[in-house]
């Protein structure tokens, strides 16, 4: 199983990036996802996470009303739209598959991992 994250870059607070993860490998649509961040020298947080056919969704409380994570299962892809972005959301994105729903939030729960983009917001 291969995840690869792209869509990472730099912007300016205010700004959006939309981030991709495209899965290989095993079948997509089975699984729920999830997006993770790590600032540097902290923890790996959580982002956001859907729901095997995207039914469900759930995020961090500092990125709702911002960010929307969405999923296309005819293309093994989920997206992570960031709109008004700020320099605290800097941070390298991973993304993860393989979780139950019910602990979409815990890292220690996704089996796959892909590797980290790199977001930074600029003040």
């Known amino acids: 199983v291969q995840l690869q994250a792209s869509g990472g870059g730099l912007v300016q607070a205010g700004g959006s990036l939309r981030l991709s993860c495209t899965t290989s490998?095993?079948?997509?649509?089975?699984?729920?996802m999830g997006w993770f961040r790590q600032a540097p020298g902290k923890e790996l947080n959580f982002v956001a996470a859907i729901s095997e056919i995207g039914r469900l969704t759930v995020y961090r409380d500092s990125v709702k009303d911002r960010f929307t994570i969405s999923r296309d299962n005819a293309k093994n892809t989920v997206n992570l739209q960031m709109n008004s972005l700020k320099p605290e959301d800097t941070a390298v994105y991973y993304c993860a598959s393989d979780a139950d729903w019910r602990w979409s939030k815990w890292p220690g729960r996704y089996k796959y991992w892909g590797e980290g983009t790199q977001v930074t917001v600029s003040s």
């Open positions: 490998g095993r079948a997509f649509s089975s699984t729920t």
